[in-house]
């Protein structure tokens, strides 16, 4: 039975119209641009609905115009099918390479989107501590100078800007949004995000105290050169599932940032 597909069309901007094949695949990539976006993820409910409605083998054909649905929208949906197409070794090689290609631009237009996206979530989830908080919180006033002092050590020359949400959960991070195909030791006036959740200093505060000992502000110094670190790797991508060999290598990655963070804290 023929599956039926599912058709974006731009109406402002017909190149920019997208057709997919419906099967399962095309839904749960709509539903995680579903679940990353904000003006996309609307565009993704309303396709997500429709194909759940419609009789298996009909085509459905959704409209969208300009402003609202930006040409980033569908670069990121086009980069998305054709990432999840090559996880599933669904492509030729000839296709294969030709995505490579065109991956840079369009890896770049996800990333200013989803970099957006990180922030709003932040801002709206009130999640991270806002700028009235930061100035009026002393941890948060203790951690940036750590933040600062490391970064400066370590050779920075871009601003980097500590966020520190209140998640209770032990970890700190950097964005993967942020990392994609940068050089990050080019000076720069685009600042770069360093994550710490409340958590981590709570927990690692406790942990230490059971043992009769005191977190210190150099165990944390190493712990955010640890994170300063990853953004110097090049090849290090936070959050990537590797396997066999590239496992190996993402171990690799951890232990060179513990020692960058440990000679930064120095
Ligand atoms: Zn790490």
Request: net charge negative; proline share 3%.
């Amino acid at each position: 039975m023929d599956e039926g597909s599912l058709k974006l069309e731009n109406r402002e901007k017909p190149e920019l119209s997208l057709e997919l094949s419906r099967d399962d695949r095309t839904l749960l990539i709509l539903q995680r641009i579903r679940l990353i976006g904000t003006g996309t993820s609307e565009l993704a409910a309303t396709a997500i609905e429709q194909l759940m409605q419609a009789q298996t083998d009909t085509a459905v054909t959704i409209s969208f115009t300009e402003p609202e649905h930006s040409a980033d929208w569908v670069q990121a949906l086009r980069y998305e099918i054709d990432r999840e197409r090559l996880q599933y070794g669904d492509v030729t090689v000839a296709e294969r390479q030709e995505f490579l290609e065109r991956r840079r631009p369009i890896q770049e237009g996800t990333r200013q989107l989803r970099k957006r996206l990180h922030r709003e979530y932040f801002c709206t989830t009130d999640e991270a501590l806002t700028e009235h908080e930061r100035t009026e919180s002393k941890l948060y006033e203790e951690i940036d100078g750590i933040v600062q002092n490391m970064s400066e050590a370590m050779g920075f020359q871009r601003p980097i800007v500590l966020e520190l949400t209140r998640n209770p959960t032990m970890n700190a991070y950097v964005l993967r949004a942020e990392k994609l195909d940068e050089d990050f030791m080019s000076p720069s006036t685009e600042p770069v995000h360093v994550f710490v959740q409340v958590g981590m200093i709570t927990k690692l505060r406790d942990m230490f105290k059971e043992q009769d000992k005191v977190f210190t502000k150099d165990h944390l110094a190493s712990i955010i050169g640890h994170e300063l670190r990853h953004l110097q790797q090049k090849k290090y991508q936070p959050d990537e599932h590797r396997v066999g060999k590239q496992a190996d290598e993402q171990v690799r990655f951890e232990y060179d940032a513990d020692l960058g963070g440990m000679e930064g804290a120095d």
